[in-house]
């Protein structure tokens, strides 16, 4: 692969002048006045009296106020294991903004008093109701009526879900945006996704109930976090709510009147800041939760099943119990990379608002628990609804669905984004308006094992990760592990056009119990789908979203009999290219989800139709453009870089022109010359060619312009004139066609603390060509370099560096291979193996150019030769040829004497010597023939005839030396 050319200092600076002043535009352009002012009071608002409360119990609170009141106010509510503080940024964009925004800790976290309900209806809807009620106490926010507030609702998570349940409860609040948030927590924390099953031969009547499997891991964050709610050093962490690049939620609240302490409550006491928070309860479990959350989780996490009365705990904690009263305008925000709260929750929440009268607006975005919080934009969309519907401001948002679609385009390692927006919201599973693309998947039966106590178990995403370290999905994606003989696996045929999946798939399967392996239990078969996006050459393997569905069947047939289930797959979004495929993969663990402990054994299979039926919501791109000042600034960057593209463009079109009648031609020379700056020529109208199969040696003293000439051929540097084609492209820096060359030109360069073979492999991954064209094992068995090939590379000798550079040369068997003295540093036995490599190389059609000192070992490899002296051609051909040119013969002969007094009298023919029973002559243009007809017609018995002359002799006479 050729090096990338140097680039010029006066290109440099040029690029470093255009960079500049762009970058000065862009800052002019941006550089605006400070947001405004945001005030904030600390205070101490009065809760709800819950049935178990002894009394009201005591919330913190900040108050963020705008410059202008009166003004509608927004509820922030904060993500589980959150306080006050892990909202306080968003609250304070929403005060810059010209809301009046309150942020609260909810019970049992930060310093607020209580146990944790799980946002059930008698203790923090209650909560979030008091908080209204102060609201519409205050000058500061607008009025609908008396003791009823201009108020609307946000929070991400456990907040989300405050947001609709307090929506669905009180009629006072205006306009909702919970962000990824839950539907029914029951179906969040205990999936099932098989819709349908039954058993063949058996009534439909006989399909089994839908059983929850436990989303362990996620349910063991949210209980640890609960039981740290209160304990937590630092009360502005967030254990559950994921982090963003753009926010610090540790900031101090700055840009207002800061807090004082004393300041006035609601209750006309006074609160204390900075106050300690509430401790646990150290002779309980249970921290902070409440006893029937706490004895809920503990069933769950010890059998891994919930009974009837954990699922109506669940469920009453849902806002699936409300939303049938949820009217008001209600933006849903859903994270695409969230294995803890899918789209699917969101879906659930849309149908069911959308069915109550609700004006419904969902919006897919990149992030989520495992992938981060909302952007910027994301944000400010959030605030222009809530403009629109609590102030009537700025253009109505409209309905329907909006999500995002990452690319395979990547700038400063961050993936590109578009948006899509559709008319209607279409829903998910069972929608008559979601389109469906049916894609085949093949595959045999299979048997998969389910492993003693569950153990080993796959990996599809690890829980919290995103949470923990604000990562995105660019990494969780890839974190997938399928377990061997634990998984089956179909697949599609490569896509011919691109799919954009958005929403859940379905596919029907049939499993059936091994016969004396598969043991009856309580717990069932239980199994994990997941849905892959394959690259052609199986290099990238990714799991969007992370997502696996999980599905129970309860009773399997102890004779095997199989059971057909349409199990609806994980909602995601993905783009899956041409020439992709993907991937359907049933497994029988998953460590994030409880799986049964028992072994067991099933086989599965894809049903009769083998399709997955993937949703396609057509829609227009709606990507919002940037403020006027960065468009601006990228139009003018925009603009230099089309120009320059231009230039280039009308440059590369004059030199990538192709000759159709050298499309099998490895190289043709054509009046090469390289010229310096001080008159000094390298090479001087240099032409020769090269046909498929030759060996050829490129010779010349030292300063004949060989290395200058393989420089231009490799594009490495530009000719001053003449033309160099490779199978009849026109060669330039950087031409496609170089791809078609191996080449060892001046040495190379290694990275020494890695071991020859990672550097063969990292080499071919710069070329972004797939690793199973490198031909790595063919390119190590040619170098010969034994297990030395997995020792680092500083331990290498010349030689050993020298073989390792030849193999790299060797890499995806190029059509024309160029080596520079590749024999440099190698012993005899090594230079006779390379003799027969290159020879064994040739012999297959390809094409090999050899520049050498070593004259002996060119005449022994080369079958042709072109000779260079002082950047000319001076002579090229057969080495046969060259090398008998002078017509200088040697006869091995019976009778010495009588030989050479013949050929003495042979005119012309002169320097007759004998050397045993050799004769040697300067037959001065007398064919070779011709004397060895006279040798036998005068009876000499002739044993061999040949050039005298070795190709040593030829280069001499050649170049002129003696």
Known sequence: ?????????????????????????????????????????????????????????????????????????????????????????????????????????????????????????????????????????????????????????????????????????????????????????????????????????????????????????????????????????????????????????????????????????????????????????????????????????????????????????????????????????????????????????????????????????????????DGGKPGPELRAEIADWFDFHLRGRGTDPGTGLEYAVQGALRVQDAPSVRTVSANAYPGLPGDPATQRRQVRIYGPEQTIINPPGGNPAAISSLPGLGAMIGTSSRLVNQLSIDLPGQSARFDSRPLTEQLLIAGASTVKVRVSALPGVAPASQDGAVLFAKLYDVSQDGASRVLPGSAVSPFRIPALPADGSPVDVTVTLPAVVRPVETDHRIELVIATT???????????????????????????????????????????????????????????????????????????????????????????????????????????GLLGPNGAGKTTSLRMLMGLIQPSGGSIRVFGHKVYSGAPVLSRIGSFVEGAGFLPHLSGEANLELYWAATGRPPSRAHVAEALEIAGLGKAVHRRVRTYSQGMRQRLAIAQAMLGLPDLLVLDEPTNGLDPPQIHQMRAVLRRYASTGRTVVVSSHLLAEVEQTCDHVVVMHHGRLVASGLVEDIVGGGGEATFRVDRPEEAASLLRSVDGVEGVEIEGNQVHADLDGLPRAEALAKLVGAGVAVEQAGPRRRLEDAFLALVGES
């Open 1 to 369: 692969m050729p090096r990338i050319p140097r680039p010029r200092p006066r290109t440099i600076a040029a690029a470093l002048v255009v960079v500049i002043a762009a970058a000065g535009a862009l800052v002019w352009l941006n550089s605006g006045d400070e947001p405004p002012p945001v005030h904030t009071r600390d205070l101490t608002l009065t809760g709800a009296q819950g049935p178990d409360d002894k009394a009201p119990v005591k919330l913190d609170a900040t108050l963020y106020l705008p410059e202008q009141t009166p003004a509608p106010a927004i509820i922030v509510a904060h993500g589980f294991g959150g306080s006050k503080q892990s909202v306080a940024n968003d609250a304070r964009e929403l005060a810059e903004r010209g809301f009046v925004a309150l942020a609260y800790s909810a019970r049992g976290f930060g310093r607020s008093e209580g146990q944790i309900g799980l946002n059930a209806i008698p203790y923090e809807v209650a909560d979030a109701s008091r908080v209204v009620d102060w609201l519409g106490e205050q000058s500061e926010v607008t009025k609908d009526g008396p003791d009823d507030p201009k108020v609307g609702v946000t929070g991400g998570s456990y907040g989300g879900s405050l947001s609709l349940l307090l929506s669905g409860t009180d009629k006072r609040v205006d306009a909702l945006a919970p962000v990824i948030t839950y539907n029914d927590l029951s179906q969040a924390l205990l999936p099932n996704s098989a819709t349908t099953g039954s058993v063949p031969g058996t009534p439909a009547a006989n399909a089994y109930a839908p059983d929850g499997v436990f989303k362990r891991s996620w349910a063991g964050i949210f209980f640890s976090s609960g039981l740290g709610g209160a304990g937590i050093a630092d009360p502005s962490a967030d254990a559950i709510e994921p982090g963003s690049e753009d926010d610090d939620i540790n900031a101090p609240a700055g840009g207002g009147t800061a807090p004082a302490s004393g300041v006035p409550t609601d209750g006309g006491q006074e609160a204390q800041p900075g106050g300690a928070p509430q401790q646990l309860n150290a002779d309980s479990p249970c921290g902070r939760f409440r006893l029937d959350v706490c004895a809920a989780y503990a069933e769950v996490a010890t059998t891994g099943r919930a009974s009837q009365k954990t699922v109506d705990l669940l469920k009453s904690v849902s806002p699936m119990t409300v939303t049938k009263n949820i009217t008001q305008p209600t933006m849903l925000v859903q994270g695409e990379q969230d294995t803890l709260f899918g789209l699917d929750q969101a879906d659930a929440s849309a149908r069911q608002i959308a069915a109550a009268g609700g004006e419904v607006k969902v919006v897919w975005y990149t992030g989520g628990h």
């Open 590 to 696: 998953d460590q994030a989800y409880a799986t049964p402990t028992q072994a067991a054994a099933y086989r599965v299979s894809i049903a009769d139709d083998a399709t997955v039926a993937a949703p396609v919501v057509s829609g227009t791109r709606s990507d919002g453009g940037p403020p006027a000042g960065p468009l601006v600034g990228i139009a003018i960057v925009l603009g230099i870089v089309v120009l320059a593209a231009i230039w280039g463009a009308f440059r590369r079109r004059r030199a990538t022109d192709h000759d159709p009648s050298l499309g099998d031609v490895p190289l043709v020379i054509e009046g090469l010359s390289k010229k310096y700056p001080g008159d000094v020529v390298a090479v001087d109208d240099l032409s020769f060619r090269v046909e498929a199969g030759q060996v050829l």
